[in-house]
T-cell receptor
Framework: NAGVTQTPKFQVLKTGQSMTLQCAQDMNHNSMYWYRQDPGMGLRLIYYSASEGTTDKGEVPNGYNVSRLNKREFSLRLESAAPSQTSVYFC?????????????FGDGTRLSIL | DAKTTQPTSMDCAEGRAANLPCNHSTISGNEYVYWYRQIHSQGPQYIIHGLKNNETNEMASLIITEDRKSSTLILPHATLRDTAVYYCIVRVRSGGSNYKLTFGKGTLLTVNP
């Protein structure tokens, strides 16, 4: 049972390059989330998808786009990477809706932008 | 949003109980308290959650005060592998039937041999 799988685990980009971070879950969850974590900080929500076919902005959406490809997959795209987007990115999923069941997280993608 | 307050850091001796406090004095009646931990920049790991009753699972116990303004996470027999940052989070509604978790800076628990 893999849970939440993120690819790649590490990536180095140059400023201005584009990239898509992939996330897939095998728990049949309705809701999926993208967070970023900067050194010494808690996680901040970038975008979320409450259910297949819907996406909404979180706390720090600028510079990012997302796609809920199907129920399993939720991708995060950086169209023109900037050094300020150097961070660790975490994907999570949950049952969603009124369920109180927790979010489950992937192991993260460590992204450096030079 | 209901905010939480946690100590920045705590120490605990290996084999002893670790008691991690959290204040959430502005919590609303239907908001759950969740605890996660993060070990050395791995993905956050869910530990336990509760609404108003005390909860226990294989990892920890959660004690919520009767007025729900604070809670304590208890690791009954801490091991070195429990060294991590522990986050206390109040889940709030973000619109419609959607909810969100807001992570603070958490408590760095260091378990010492």
């Amino acid at each position: 049972n893999a849970g939440v799988t993120q690819t790649p685990k590490f990536q180095v980009l140059k400023t201005g390059q584009s990239m898509t971070l992939q996330c897939a879950q095998d728990m049949n969850h309705n809701s999926m989330y993208w967070y970023r974590q900067d050194p010494g900080m808690g996680l901040r929500l970038i975008y979320y998808s409450a259910s297949e076919g819907t996406t909404d902005k979180g706390e720090v959406p600028n510079g990012y786009n997302v796609s809920r490809l199907n129920k399993r997959e939720f991708s995060l795209r950086l169209e023109s990477a900037a050094p300020s987007q150097t961070s660790v990115y975490f994907c999570a999923s949950s049952e969603g809706g009124s369920s109180n069941q927790p979010q489950h997280f992937g192991d993260g993608t460590r992204l450096s932008i030079l | 949003d209901a905010k939480t307050t946690q100590p920045t850091s705590m120490d605990c001796a290996e084999g002893r109980a670790a008691n991690l406090p959290c204040n959430h004095s502005t919590i609303s009646g239907n908001e759950y308290v969740y605890w996660y931990r993060q070990i050395h920049s791995q993905g956050p790991q869910y530990i336990i959650h509760g609404l108003k009753n005390n909860e226990t699972n294989e990892m920890a116990s959660l004690i919520i005060t009767e007025d729900r303004k604070s809670s304590t996470l208890i690791l009954p027999h801490a091991t070195l592998r429990d060294t991590a940052v522990y986050y206390c989070i109040v889940r709030v509604r973000s619109g419609g039937s959607n909810y969100k978790l807001t992570f603070g800076k958490g408590t760095l628990l260091t378990v010492n041999p």
